[in-house]
């Protein structure tokens, strides 16, 4: 697959980037040469070789889902100047 002149102007106006004329024919030679590494890592044989998520095999740090904090209602509303039923009540501000 090779990019062309038109095609990079289509690709700059829909993420609506301003390119000049020289800008763009330098971008074709640079996708160009993206694209044509891209095609040569679709070459390598991978069969047999599982996904991985980290060049280092690690495992994922699990902790116990608990709540630890909860029941602080009391000690929240302590600091409010007015409150109700353990909501805070604040002035009005909007008419």
Do not use: C, W, Y
């Not at 106006?13 to 024919?25: K, T």
């Not at 998520?53 to 495992?59: E, F, I, Q, Y």
Request: charged share 25%.
């Amino acid at each position: 697959m090779s990019v062309d002149l038109a095609t990079v102007k289509r690709v700059a106006h829909l993420a609506r980037i301003a390119v000049s004329e020289d800008e763009a024919n330098r971008m074709v030679g640079e996708l160009n040469g993206i694209l044509g590494f891209v095609e040569q890592l679709s070459e390598v044989d991978v069969t047999g070789v599982e996904p991985m998520t980290s060049v280092m095999p690690m495992a994922m740090r699990r902790r116990h889902d608990a709540v630890t904090d909860g029941d602080k209602a009391d000690d929240v509303i302590a600091n409010a100047p007015n409150s109700d039923r353990n909501f805070f009540l604040v002035p009005k501000v909007v008419e």
